[in-house]
């Protein structure tokens, strides 16, 4: 199969976007954020814009968001900020939000500053936002920042968003242990700090079924245990 020109790739991704179905837009969006197709950020920006004034869309603002995000077109850093200021406590489009706005923000890739920001005071969406930019783009935050981190999210799982609505919500240390897999090889006091815990994330693993009874959470503790031999879960590399 012959190999699609960039320029054929970039007018496939624009007319998706601009297409009136909304799995073409998703599409879209999809295809500009794999191929990080900045030229299209501000078509994608425009797009997005439209997007807003259509209330049943989520998912297409979703991507569409994640990949405002990705090829970091900060233009549209004002009105992310807006969606995240809302802090809703269980929505996509706010999650998806708060990943984009911890790229857009930063100095550079290992700038962790606006996750920890988020982390203080973001609802539950707006957290697992955060650390889903912490894990997909395999970040290595600063010593302060890893430990800071840890600190903030040792009890994410207890976030008043989340007590009683467990079921369906992803415990939002998920993300974070899949990222300690890349923060292992620091000083002797980063690694204990990590392993301590990754150890800790383990014994509290628990989730509840659609009965609302409590089980342990196998895929957490699976997590762990790969962030303890440094090797990243590939499920969580990309969104």
């Not at 790739?9 to 007319?15: E, M, N, Q, S, V």
Request: net charge positive; with cysteine; glycine share 6%.
């Amino acid at each position: 199969m012959a190999q699609i020109s960039n320029e054929e790739l970039i007018k496939t991704a624009c007319d998706m976007i601009n297409a009136k179905r909304s799995a073409q837009r998703i599409r879209g969006a999809k295809l500009i954020r794999k191929h990080a197709l900045t030229a299209l950020g501000e078509q994608l920006y425009a797009a997005f814009l439209r997007e807003l004034k259509d209330a049943r869309t989520w998912e297409v603002k979703s991507e569409m968001l994640k990949a405002l995000g990705a090829i970091n077109f900060t233009a549209a850093t004002g009105e992310i900020e807006k969606i995240v200021a809302r802090n809703l406590p269980q929505e996509a489009v706010t999650d998806s939000a708060a990943c984009a706005l911890a790229m857009l923000r930063r100095s550079h890739k290992n700038d962790a500053s606006e996750i920890i920001r988020l982390l203080k005071t973001g609802s539950y969406s707006a957290l697992i936002g955060a650390v889903t930019a912490l894990t997909v783009d395999q970040m290595v935050p600063c010593e302060a920042e890893i430990l800071e981190i840890l600190k903030l999210t040792k009890d994410a799982r207890k976030h008043k968003d989340r007590q009683g609505s467990e079921f369906g919500l992803i415990d939002p240390r998920t993300y974070v242990a899949a990222a300690c897999a890349n923060r292992l090889g620091g000083s002797e006091a980063q690694n204990e700090a990590v392993r301590q815990w990754l150890h800790r994330c383990k014994l509290t693993a628990a989730h509840r079924n659609s009965f609302g009874e409590e089980r342990v959470d196998l895929r957490l503790t699976r997590i762990c245990d790969l962030a303890l031999k440094r090797k990243f879960p590939k499920a969580y590399v990309g969104f």
